[in-house]
Structures are given as C-alpha cells and as structure tokens.
C-alpha cells in the first residue's frame, strides 16, 4: 500500500469565471492522465438525494431472500436485476456482494440474421413487487448522473483543446447506461477478500458513490494500491476504456478494486456507468502535440483482450466473463463462438 490519496476536483469552479473554470478543466485532464481516477464535490446534487438511494438500497437488501429472488437475473436474458452474492465473477474468481443492475427501460430487440449480438443487451429492468418506490428513486437518480456526466464530457473535451461537443453524437442517441446498487456484506477470513476483483471499467466514465464512513475501494498506480476512502456526499469518479480509446492511451482507465468488509460489517456502494449507444463508435480526439506526445496508447483490458471502440462489443465481452450463467441459460450461441475465439 502507498500513503498517496487520489486528487480532489470542485466542480463549481466551472462556475466562477474563464480562468478559474480552466483551471479546472487542466486538473480535470491531469487527474484522469495521472491517476485516472479523483474525488469529485461542488456538483451541487441535493444531499437528501444521495441519502435517498442509499436508505432505498438498504430497504431493497433487507428484504426476504424471495422477494429478492423474485427479480434475479438469471430470469433476465438482458443481464438485468438482482446478482446474489457470489454469483458474479472478476477474473474468474468470485466477487463477494450482491447488487441489482439497472439499465435504461427499453424494448428488447430480438436476436436475429444481421443483428449485432451486443443488441442482447437492450431490454426492460426488473423491478420488485415489494418495493415499488425503487423505480422512482433510480430515476431520480440516474437523471442527475446522465446530467453531470454530460457536463464532464464537455469538460474533459475541451480539456483535451477539441469542441465542448465533440462527444455529444455517440450519446445524442439511446446511451447505454447502467446502474448497480451493490451490497458488500462482511467477511471473517483472516486475510482481506475479494468484493470486486481487480479491473477496468468497460465504458467512458464512472460516478461512484460509496456510504459515508466505508472503505474498501483501492485503485492502482505504478505498481501499488492506494485507499479511496469515500469522501462525504462526494464522488469517486473515474474513466473507463472508451475514454482512453478515444484519447490513445493520454486519459488512463486505471486498474482498481474493492476489498470485502470485515465480519460484522457492510457497504453500500452506487456506481453509476455512463456509455454511449451500443452502436456508437467513441470518436478520437486529436490531440494537441505536447498532449500527444504524452499518449502511452491504448492498453490492453485487465483480462489481456483487446479494446474495442464500439461500445457495445465491450460491454458484451464484459458481461459474458462476469455473469457466465446467465450467459449459459440465454445465449449458449455466444458462449460457444466466444469458447471457440482463438487466443493471444
């Protein structure tokens, strides 16, 4: 472990006039190159909201295991619903938490000649009988998420010396995003556990809000781990591969992971993951020349398989490593094409 702490931005500064709004826009850039990860506060998001979701997601996980089961994923060929702890896979190895996912309310598109397989991941949600007022607290939610992230879209463009609108086309229709509300519950074993194993995310940015008071997230930089501790009524926000597709490996989506809580104890975490279209292809930005000449470019994923700049072939590949029975029970045809994909 290192004694570093990741950078804390304050987004108000947008706000405060041309110069202090560029500098914010520079740290923002040199968060995301340096560490690829920062604390994000000033974005004025009511607290009562942030307490909201988080009562919620305690209602939702103190419910009997059937009420739970009742929206599992397995039922759901769209890789939605309910996750039960251990029934997720990072790297192969089991997380341990339980989480509901949650992505836009649309129809499901039916596999078919010519249709691209990543379409399998539009569809509806499930939602529980027994808490009816989760639907109207995720959308609640995830209506101010879709407007930070768009407004550090805009930031991060301009950061870069493109348009402020740059990456407005690949979200200007149906984005793909998702929400998970994830319980960790606490572990007796002597040596820290997996919640989350190590990874990258597989979309363009992540806003990731964590209870007051509970550690456990760890990102790496040079070889080493470094605490994230939440920050209260703050996010934890950091870019995904897309991002670092589309700037040629100058924006870093860094390694990170979360270790399980201690016996006796618990976590709340709610990460927000904003993506474009399935379909949509994130642009690249020409950089300018002392930025391109800082350009590492673009890593391999966490798992050693290539990137993809169509954003719904990674969130495929991604699910199908994580979720392998929902896979098995929907779309064996995948399982099979992606078993018999030759390796590097």
Known sequence: MTTATLPVLDLSRLNQGDDEAAAFRRELRDATHEYGFFYLTGHGIPHELFDGIIGTAREFFDLPDADKLEIENIKSRHFRGYTRVGGELTQGRVDWREQIDIGPERAAVEKGEGVAPFWTLEGPNQWPT??????????????????????????WAESLGADPDVFDAAFAHEPSTLIKIVRYPGKDDPEPQQGVGAHKDFGVLTLLYVEEGKGGLQVEKDGDWIDAPPLPYAFVVNIGELLEVATEGYLRATIHRVVSPGSGQDRISVPYFYAPALDATIPSIPLPDELRAQAGGVTADAHGEPLFSTYGENALKSRLRAHPDVAAIHHPELVSARTAAPTH
């Open 130 to 155: 027994a808490l009816p007022h989760l639907r109207d607290v995720v959308a609640e939610w995830q209506a101010q998420m879709d407007a930070l992230s768009i407004t550090l879209m805009r930031a």
